[in-house]
């Protein structure tokens, strides 16, 4: 009988000392499991902070690029506004001009234009070119701008005229230095766009 | 008499042996389903990432997006005014450009 225990005892051990042994690899393997687990959480949680920081800059540099286009946008609207208000006051002033040079006091205007431009030429044998209806207007003065243009040159200037202007103002052609000046209105408001916008824009945005 | 010890102890080794043997079986299905589980987790916190970070840059683009259309109105409005204003001067102008070309 007691042998009989002795043995149960030692088979026992066995197995008990066995399971001890499997219950530690178990618990070892779960341990290893929860490791795999805990580092895969602090991985993802690195890959999920990247993603969002990644996010969040590209976020906020679109947002930069929306604004900074819409501030562009804006200031173009600005400057575009502007632009408009400057060519509507040529092209106003392109009207006024045409009025101008079918009305009474055109003839005064010519005249002075037709004296200036001849002047700067330099005085000597000049055309003066205008349109056909306006030869009239500046044959009577044609002897008055003589002389001053020879008072303001000290040059012996002969004026004729032509008729062959298309447009209003003068154009004045040096016969002998085969130099033109062409000071018809058109010309002129093309020659002085660059210099005028600047004046016309402290005008209008004063 | 003596067979039969030896075949208990034997026995009880075979099932012992059992046991080591199940065990180790156990830990590789508990090492198996880590790492199962732990490319989940990864792939999960990713995906959550992703859906997060939508959210923000969708937000972000709505407030950039808001904020872009203030600065348009508002300059806008000023262009406007600018222009309103600035017309009543649209005589001065066209004066400076008309004296000029005539040489006045």
Do not use: W
């Not at chain 1, 590209?58 to 632009?83: G, V």
């Not at chain 1, 392109?94 to 009025?99: C, F, G, Q, R, V």
């Not at chain 1, 008072?151 to 052609?173: E, Q, W």
């Amino acid at each position: 009988m007691e042998e009989h225990s002795n043995i149960e005892k030692i088979t026992s051990k066995i197995i008990e000392d066995a399971r001890k042994k499997a219950d530690g690899i178990i618990e070892d393997a779960n341990t290893a499991a929860k490791e795999k687990k805990a580092s895969a959480r602090k991985k993802g949680s690195d890959i999920k902070a990247y993603i969002l920081d990644s996010a969040g800059k590209s976020a906020e540099q679109t947002e930069k690029k929306m604004i900074s286009a819409a501030t562009i946008k804006a200031r173009t609207a600005i400057l575009e506004s502007k632009e408009k208000l400057i060519l509507e006051a040529f092209e106003k002033a392109a009207e006024e001009l045409e009025k101008i040079s079918e009305g009474r006091e055109y003839s005064g205007v010519l005249k002075k234009l037709a004296t200036a431009t001849c002047i700067n030429i330099g005085g000597g044998d000049l055309e003066l070119v205008v349109r056909k209806n306006d030869e009239d207007l500046l044959k009577k003065e044609l002897k008055k701008i003589e002389e001053e243009v020879k008072k303001s040159t000290g040059k012996k200037t002969s004026l004729k005229i032509s008729g062959d202007g298309k447009v209003a103002g003068v154009i004045v052609r040096n016969l002998d230095d085969k130099i033109e000046i062409d000071s018809t209105f058109k010309n002129r408001l093309e020659l002085l766009r660059p210099e005028l916008r600047l004046k016309v824009a402290e005008a209008l945005f004063r | 008499m003596v067979e039969d010890v030896l075949k208990l102890v034997r026995k009880a080794e075979e099932d012992a042996e059992k046991l080591i043997v199940d065990a180790k079986n156990k830990t590789a299905d508990i090492l198996s389903n880590a790492d199962k589980d732990a490319k989940k987790i990864i792939e999960d916190l990713e995906d959550e990432g992703r859906k997060e970070a939508q959210i923000i840059i969708e937000k972000v683009k709505k407030e950039g997006e808001s904020e872009a259309k203030k600065i348009i109105d508002t300059e806008e409005k000023k262009a406007s005014k600018l222009e309103k204003e600035s017309r009543k001067n649209l005589g001065d102008g066209v004066k400076i450009i008309v004296d000029s070309v005539l040489n006045l």
